[in-house]
């Protein structure tokens, strides 16, 4: 599959290996929409990867706060008027909270922005995917997922709210997420796969105060350039090793077996249900 002329959807693309990622796809030929909850950070990056493409791309920008329901069902009606077909979804948008909070659906932010939001703007335009097949799904997990769980029995994260816990809990939903994604499009031309981008330098967890921002900063001697770390997100929406691979999890270009709670699929069909009752809180997906 050459990225030439292909639509690219992408959430997350305002800094970090979002807008890393971007800017290469879109030097490439590629498309694309960006996702952004503030225009003036969202226009700046636009300008930035319409530049690497030695002016050749021209971004689209698609205003959406992620963390509401209402804003997603927004934004999926928004890209289903205006794109007649999507070949690439990439779900890269994240954050970490250090103390709980809730979003306007009255769901914990964490899960709401890192889980739901992918689950249901995914759900949202699937039909459109399979209208483009071939056509990739790309979501951004993280090694953090090592050691958690799904709590079902606490799904928000009232009884114990630890934030670097909780933030393990999404991205593990992030994988099983992708594995039941993938089963579910089987012979459908989609494919859905996730990836650890490793430990980065970018502006991740600075939203949290002036502790975890230096704690970030005492971190970039050992971490990745965004560069780097956005290389696998690339590969995996243009490179025609993965056209055919679907359900997996990735590092560094390579296959990587996640933990044993990632590999549950009944786990990963349960929360798929879960997921589903959360969003139609606000109307069904």
């Not at 009232?158 to 994988?175: H, P, Q, V």
């Not at 996640?258 to 959360?278: C, G, T, Y």
Request: hydrophobic letters at 45%; charged letters at 20%.
């Amino acid at each position: 599959m050459s990225i030439n002329g292909k639509q690219i959807l992408i959430t997350g693309a305002t800094n970090g290996i979002g807008l890393a990622a971007a800017e290469v796809l879109a030097a490439q030929g590629a498309k694309l929409a960006i996702v952004a909850r503030n225009e003036a950070r969202a226009r700046d990056a636009a300008d930035r990867i319409e530049a690497a493409s030695g002016g050749r791309a021209t971004v689209d920008v698609l205003i959406a706060d992620l963390a509401s329901q209402a804003s997603v069902r927004a934004l999926a009606a928004n890209v289903l008027r205006t794109y007649p077909r999507l070949d690439v979804l990439i779900n890269n948008a994240g954050a970490i909270y250090t103390t709980r909070q809730l979003s306007p659906d009255g769901i914990e932010l964490t899960w709401a922005l890192n889980h739901l939001a992918p689950f249901l703007l995914t759900n949202l335009l699937l039909d459109r995917l399979k209208q483009s097949a071939p056509a990739r799904i790309i979501t951004t997990a993280s090694g953090a997922h090592l050691g958690a769980h799904i709590p079902f029995d606490d799904m928000t994260a009232e009884r114990s709210y630890k934030a670097f816990g909780r933030y393990g809990e999404t991205k593990l939903a992030n994988i099983l997420f992708t594995t039941e994604l993938a089963r579910r499009l089987e012979d459908s031309g989609v494919t859905a796969n996730c990836f650890h981008p490793g430990l980065v330098a970018t502006g991740f967890n600075r939203n949290n105060g002036t502790i975890m921002g230096l704690g970030m900063t005492l971190l970039w001697p050992v971490s990745r350039t965004p560069e780097k770390g956005a290389e696998t997100l690339e590969w995996l929406a243009s490179s025609p090793e993965v056209a055919n691979v679907s359900g997996t999890y990735f590092f560094d270009m390579r296959p990587k077996t996640p933990s044993p709670a990632a590999q549950d699929r009944d786990a990963a069909r349960r929360l798929w249900q879960v997921s589903e009752q959360q969003v139609q809180r606000s109307g069904a997906a």
